[in-house]
Nanobody
Framework: QVQLVESGGGSVQPGGSLKLSCSAS????????MGWYRQAPGKEREFVSS???????SYAVSVKGRFTISQDNAKETLYLQMNSLKPEDTAVYYC????????????WGEGTLVTVSS
């Protein structure tokens, strides 16, 4: 059974850093891409970053240069290093995965809350 579990969320002051982790299980051989999405209060869920199994990365314009996505395929873990955090980064962050037979992300975690406030 496919399962994604996020961790690492919390509260931080503007300018601070956090590192999110996502532990994946149940589909290591069929997983083609993983990513992070976020949903701020009152807003729609939006793309943050993604990484393919081969290591190609993509970032939303709003986070490029501040966030870094990485993965440890041996540990089946996805990471998101977030630096220079801003209040507008406050959101629930979701881990997502796409199997090679799907054009869309077809597995989602429960989310972890990140709050950036002074």
């Amino acid at each position: 059974q496919v399962q994604l579990v996020e961790s690492g969320g919390g509260s931080v002051q503007p300018g601070g850093s956090l590192k999110l982790s996502c532990s994946a299980s149940g589909f290591s051989s069929t997983r083609c891409e993983m990513g992070w999405y976020r949903q701020a209060p009152g807003k729609e869920r939006e793309f943050v970053s993604s990484i393919t199994r081969g290591g190609s990365t993509s970032y939303a314009v709003s986070v490029k240069g501040r966030f870094t996505i990485s993965q440890d395929n041996a540990k089946e873990t996805l990471y998101l290093q977030m630096n220079s955090l801003k209040p507008e980064d406050t959101a629930v962050y979701y881990c997502a995965a796409r199997t090679c037979t799907s054009a869309k992300y077809n597995a989602w975690g429960e989310g972890t809350l990140v709050t950036v406030s002074s």
